[in-house]
């Protein structure tokens, strides 16, 4: 085999480790930094809520008092900045790029908070991504960090393969709806993860019911919640249900998903990460 020239894009090659799942990280971490713990938060699917958990779950720790940091792995489709308001002044000095801030401190990085306008977009290839995402781990000066929770693109390709295989990723919380192809569909993301030996803490499956003001009855828009079932076939530890509540769009337009009361409904999955 001749010597990789790091274009995978133009690449013959099937049997790159760079590009198929051959078991966990070995890469060193950030030496700059120090960072204990790195969670990622996937789904298989898009529009399952992956980034609204991510938030929820990096809120939660932060209110927990723990160091805090969101890796925003979406580079085509970034949303965390927006849904904390986090302003656009990065600054940078010889050793790096320093994080954005939450309001509560949690620090952020995303290809967002360097684009002149949220809405351009980031017509990249996969190679390129993966560049990005690698750049974003290393050169960023996270500093102390407990927990780092890396919001996921969706699918189980160059970006999941970079991310568990390029950084030193500890397990991973899946996300799902309350529907049977969107079981199927995590499913895949679970058995990757798996075969790259990177542990599932839990399963969030979100929009699980909508609970009427009126009447305080549970509404399943999407039919009967089956993340308990879905986290049992894939003997995933912990699972937590979140409703179809407007406050979740209100907030997130608002940049105040910090602000949102859970009420408990992730302290199991919380309570495993916490383990790691």
Request: glycine share 10%; aromatic share 6%; proline share 7%.
């Amino acid at each position: 085999m001749s010597e990789c020239s790091g274009s995978c894009g133009s690449c013959s090659v099937s049997s790159c480790g760079d590009r198929t799942a051959q078991g966990p990280s070995k890469v060193e971490p950030n030496k700059r930094s120090n960072i204990k713990h790195m969670i990622g938060v996937v789904s298989g699917k898009g529009g399952v809520g992956k980034s609204l958990v991510t938030s929820l779950l990096a809120s939660e720790m932060q209110k927990k008092g723990y160091k805090v940091g969101i890796l925003d792995a979406d580079v085509t489709g970034p949303s965390i900045p927006k849904s904390f308001g986090v302003p656009k002044n990065l600054t940078a000095d010889e050793d790096g790029i320093n994080p954005a801030y939450t309001e509560s401190g949690i620090k952020v990085m995303s290809v967002n908070l360097m684009l002149p306008q949220d809405d351009l977009p980031v017509a990249w290839r996969g190679p390129v991504v993966s560049g990005v995402i690698k750049q974003f781990f290393d050169e960023t000066n996270w500093g102390e960090i407990d927990y780092m929770f890396v919001d996921m693109p969706p699918g189980t390709s160059d970006v999941f393969l970079t991310v568990f295989q390029s950084l030193p990723t500890d397990a991973i919380v899946t996300v799902s709806a309350p529907q049977e192809l969107v079981g199927m569909i995590v499913g895949k993301a679970v058995n990757l993860a798996k075969s790259l030996e990177v542990p599932v803490v839990g399963l969030v499956e979100n929009m699980a019911y909508f609970k009427c003001d009126e009447c305080d009855k549970e509404h399943h828009i999407f039919g009967e919640p089956q993340g308990a079932a879905v986290a049992e076939r894939y003997e995933i530890p912990a699972v937590a249900t979140l409703p179809m509540d407007p406050k979740f769009a209100r907030l997130v337009d608002a940049g105040k998903v910090e602000e949102y009361d859970v009420a408990g409904a992730l302290d199991s999955i919380i309570a495993k990460i916490e383990e790691l």
